[in-house]
């Protein structure tokens, strides 16, 4: 069973003069694992389509189903639970609370969570996702102690801290140099081959060629939908890298 089903998705935007079709009619299956990146310019619904996947938004027709479960027909107690805990999120800007330190930061997802954690897992799962992004000297450190690399890390292991099933990634190397934003690819490469399935969004098609799987869209609807060579695409963006200069911003 794939674990994303889209069938024939609608977004209709309403305002008091104009409708607005934002998706016209998408149908989409990602299974587990697979490493999927969402393509296309300013306007083609790209964003949209990942507010309907993260449960931030429903689609205005079609049906969407989630391991299974039809969204539409979710109470918001269950979808709230399933942004908490099925979904990671990570977003370009970082959105990291500025006075807290990167621990602390990474244990919100946890304080949110209807479960009863303790708070000796909660800094304990906290820590071990830091770990798992490469941070552990960095945990005490608050984001303006940060590189944007690192600020993007801590980002990522808040999204893991809860264990989701799917990871979602909003542009994750938009505020990136080109060498940051390799590590940060890397790092994300080797989550999808952990066993997490991955959609991001991108306008960088270097970046969009390590995902196994490019989905463009156009004016809301899905142009292609094909396979990618992601070990082809790393040796490629690494000799990009390697023969660009120093830059001024400090990386990871």
């Known amino acids: 069973m794939a674990?994303?089903?889209?069938r024939n998705i609608k977004k209709t935007y309403q305002t008091e003069s104009v409708s607005v079709e934002a998706l016209k009619g998408i149908d989409l299956e990602i299974d587990r694992g697979e490493f999927t990146v969402i393509m296309g310019s300013s306007g083609s619904g790209k964003s949209t389509l990942m507010n309907i996947v993260g449960c931030l938004d429903q689609a205005t027709?079609?049906?969407y189903l989630l391991d299974g479960e039809d969204i539409a027909k979710l109470p918001r107690n269950r979808l709230s639970d399933?942004?908490?805990?099925?979904?990671?999120f990570v977003f370009q800007s970082f959105h990291l609370l500025p006075r807290t330190t990167a621990q602390e930061n990474v244990?919100?997802?946890?304080?949110?969570?209807?479960?009863?954690i303790s708070w000796k897992e909660i800094h304990q799962r906290a820590k071990e996702a830091l770990e798992r992004v490469g941070l552990r000297d960095r945990m005490k450190h608050t984001p303006n102690e940060l590189s944007g690399g690192q600020k993007q890390r801590?980002?990522?292991?808040?999204a893991l801290v809860t264990r989701p099933e799917l990871l979602l990634a909003d542009e994750p190397t938009g505020n990136l140099d080109s060498k940051t934003s390799l590590e940060v690819i890397d790092l994300i490469q080797n989550?999808?081959?952990q066993g997490l399935t991955t959609i991001m969004v991108t306008h960088e098609p270097d970046i969009a060629q390590y995902a196994r799987r490019s989905v463009q869209l156009q004016d809301g609807?899905?142009?292609?939908?094909?396979s990618n060579d992601p070990l082809r695409a790393a040796e490629t963006l690494e000799d990009m890298v390697s023969t660009e200069p120093e830059s001024d911003n400090e990386v990871l």
Do not use: C, F, H, W
């Not at 244990?107 to 009863?116: F, G, H, I, K, V």
């Open 3 to 6: 674990l994303i089903e889209l």
């Open 61 to 63: 027709n079609g049906r």
């Open 82 to 88: 399933i942004r908490n805990q099925t979904i990671g």
């Open 107 to 116: 244990e919100l997802p946890l304080l949110y969570s209807r479960d009863e």
């Open 154 to 158: 801590v980002a990522i292991a808040r």
């Open 191 to 193: 989550l999808n081959d």
């Open 221 to 226: 609807k899905i142009l292609s939908d094909k």
